[in-house]
């Protein structure tokens, strides 16, 4: 004998995506969440693409200030560059090295988008060393350590520090808290 | 109650027919056949309870004993989280060790080389916090990726060894070598392979 059965109830909620799996259901990550995880990668993208291109704008002065260095230690050098190619390899390898830091804030970053509450952690983490580099690169850049513009040092300096306190603000709103709860567990 | 006689007995009522006209009967399009049980004996035992999933449990237990029984974590994978914790913090500290004993003038390179250290640091304690619960992907990431890093550690005491060389940077050196060797065999020794069978 068959049953009545129950009107099948079309799906409440619009924002759910299925998993590749289809059996577990993953709601779309919020707004705060999305902008920290826009802004830690901006943030990555200033500090290894921008940083070294700001640094070669600089170089002549650079180079000039080395081999008057090197000319006020040992006389009999000649206060001049005989070749300047290795100077504009320091970018490149700055470049290079700053590459594996920027790994572990895109992992992170990619976590927290996930859901992973360990990923919030991490950055939260990396987030110490990085808003001191930012100092530290702040100090260098105004201080004459490294030549480069003032102006362009500026804007460097005051958007590289803007997302990173974005990103470490809007992942600790109620919302981005609330997703992490949800999903992480 | 009159029933149709009409009416086959997969069928929905007149009344079930008018109160839910769009509802799904899928006993009436797909019956259910018949098949001869004994035949096609079920893959386990129908009366025992199975195991339930439970995030971050044994998957060879079930469900009442992930709350019930302890796993006794085994000391040599503590002492290898020690271990790798050390690492993780061989790298700035030593850096921060290395410019109080060498005092050089301060420069870009040195606020790039304690970023660059700071963030390996964070990199390494989430691994060893991985590597303590219990995630076998975290004990292959520490050992791959630490092997890289150990390439470096060996240049730098290579280097070092060339010229004078202060105490305090000598031990550093050798710290950056010594700790994940010590890990990476803390992580592998018999008796730590259940420790890492629940990821």
Not at chain 1, 128 to 148: K, T
Request: proline share 9%; aromatic share 10%; glycine share 8%.
């Amino acid at each position: 004998m068959s049953e009545i059965l129950p009107r099948p109830t079309p799906p409440a909620v619009e924002s759910v995506v299925e998993s590749p799996a289809g059996s577990a259901v993953r709601p779309d990550p919020p707004a705060a969440i999305v902008l920290a995880f826009r802004c830690w990668l901006a943030g990555v993208v200033l500090v290894v693409l921008a940083l070294p291109v700001l640094l070669l704008t600089g170089m002549g002065e650079l180079t000039a200030d080395v081999w008057r260095r090197v000319h006020l230690a040992d006389p009999e050098v000649p206060d001049q560059a005989h070749s300047d190619f290795g100077f504009f390899l320091l970018p490149v390898v700055l470049l290079v090295l700053l590459l594996v830091p920027a790994w572990f804030f895109v992992a992170g970053a990619m976590r927290l988008r996930e859901g992973n509450p360990a990923g919030r952690t991490a950055l939260a983490g990396l987030a110490v060393p990085g808003l001191a580099f930012v100092l530290g690169s702040a100090w260098s850049l105004f201080s004459g350590v490294v030549f480069v513009a003032r102006s362009a040092a500026v804007v460097w300096t005051a958007s590289t520090a803007g997302v990173t306190v974005v990103a470490l603000v809007a992942m600790y709103r109620p919302s981005a808290s609330e997703y992490l709860r949800e999903v992480g567990e | 109650m009159t029933q149709d006689p009409s009416r086959q007995p997969d069928q929905p009522s007149r009344y079930q027919a008018e109160q839910y006209p769009q509802a799904q009967y899928p006993q009436a399009q797909y019956p259910q056949a018949q098949y001869p049980q004994s035949q096609y004996p079920a893959p386990y035992p129908q009366g025992y309870p199975q195991a339930s999933p439970v995030h971050g449990g044994y998957p060879a237990m079930r469900g009442v004993d992930q709350r019930t029984v302890v796993v006794k974590r085994p000391v040599a994978v503590s002492v290898g989280s020690v271990f790798w914790l050390l690492t993780a913090l061989s790298w700035p500290v030593g850096t921060v060790v290395r410019l109080a004993v060498e005092r050089p003038p301060s420069s870009f390179g040195t606020i790039v080389t304690l970023f660059v250290t700071g963030c390996l640091a964070i990199g390494g304690i989430v691994g060893a916090v991985y590597f303590h619960n219990g995630s076998h992907q975290a004990r292959l990431v520490l050992c791959g990726s630490w092997f890289v890093v150990e390439i470096v550690a060996l240049g730098m005491l290579v280097s070092a060894l060339r010229e004078t060389v202060e105490a305090g940077t000598l031990a550093v050196l050798v710290a950056r070598l010594a700790f994940p060797l010590v890990a990476a065999v803390c992580g592998f020794l018999p008796g730590t392979r259940h420790h890492f069978s629940g990821s």
